[in-house]
């Protein structure tokens, strides 16, 4: 469940920086604004603390 919450967090961290990097696609890229850069960052870091909750729920129990 833990692990669920990390893919999902991660993938909107992707899909966010995906889709304002640039909309459709193109080769093009967009600058990302700091609010932008903030989620980022802040949805990496949470992914990354419940991967790490989810492993260590896993294999220290």
Do not use: K
């Not at 304002?20 to 193109?26: D, I, K, Q, Y």
């Amino acid at each position: 469940m833990v692990f669920l919450v990390a893919f999902i967090l991660e993938a909107l961290s992707t899909m966010m920086d995906r889709t304002t990097n640039s909309p459709l696609f193109e080769p093009h890229i967009l600058p990302l604004s700091a609010e932008q850069y903030v989620w980022h960052f802040v949805l990496t870091i949470a992914a990354i603390f419940f991967a790490g909750a989810s492993f260590f729920i896993t294999y220290a129990s």
